[in-house]
């Protein structure tokens, strides 16, 4: 399964809307411009590693890297261990692509 930017981008954007904060008091935080906030979450600008770690830094949250086969358990225990409940949109692991010999 390719990685989809557009699911951490969505994740970035809820995660800031129920943090309360702004565009503008995120962009603060992660030490971009508001107009750099914006273009990310609208998808028009693709967000560089470090901006992407420092955004959810930002919203005290963490990117990480983990196996493909680890994502349903990280999944679940992200909420609250509960293997039944639905996919958490607010937690999305950049995956270890098995089939790559590098």
């Known amino acids: 399964m390719p990685y989809r930017s557009e ?9 800031r809307t129920v943090s309360g904060l702004s565009q503008r008091q995120l962009a ?6 508001q107009s750099h906030v914006s273009q990310i979450e609208r998808g028009l600008l693709e967000p560089g590693l470090g901006t992407a770690v420092e955004i959810a830094r930002a919203l005290d949250h963490e990117l990480v890297l983990v196996p ?15 293997a039944a409940a639905g996919r958490e949109r607010s937690m999305y692991a950049l995956e270890d692509r098995e089939d790559d010999d590098a």
Do not use: Q, Y
């Open 7 to 15: 699911d951490l981008l969505a994740s970035l954007r809820e995660a």
């Open 68 to 82: 493909r086969k680890l994502v349903p358990a990280i999944n679940a225990l992200a909420r609250g261990g509960s």
């Open 28 to 33: 603060a935080r992660a030490g971009v411009t």
